[in-house]
């Protein structure tokens, strides 16, 4: 496993463990997550415009690309878990 995949796993467990979780145990609803999710996006993109200086379509478009990123993941782990089901 690499160091980005490796790294990707611990981040991702960490931010269900600690903000999704909790959430869900709170009774959110899965609109709210989708909420939550949306200030995650638009937060990286405030981070990409003003930290890094990226221009707003470029800081939106390494969004997009990080979505499709997580699709495909997302797809090639229910395929591995519908092939050693």
Do not use: W
């Not at 960490?14 to 979780?21: H, K, W």
């Not at 405030?46 to 969004?63: F, I």
């Amino acid at each position: 496993m690499s160091r980005a995949s490796e790294l990707h796993d611990l981040l991702s467990g960490r931010f269900v463990r600690d903000v999704i979780g909790p959430a869900i145990k709170g009774g959110a609803t899965y609109s709210e997550l989708m909420v939550l999710f949306e200030s995650c996006q638009f937060g990286m993109m405030e981070v990409l415009h003003r930290h890094y200086e990226l221009a707003p379509a470029v800081a939106s478009g390494l969004c997009e690309a990080s979505i499709h990123r997580a699709i495909e993941r997302f797809a090639a782990e229910r395929n591995k878990d519908q092939n050693n089901g």
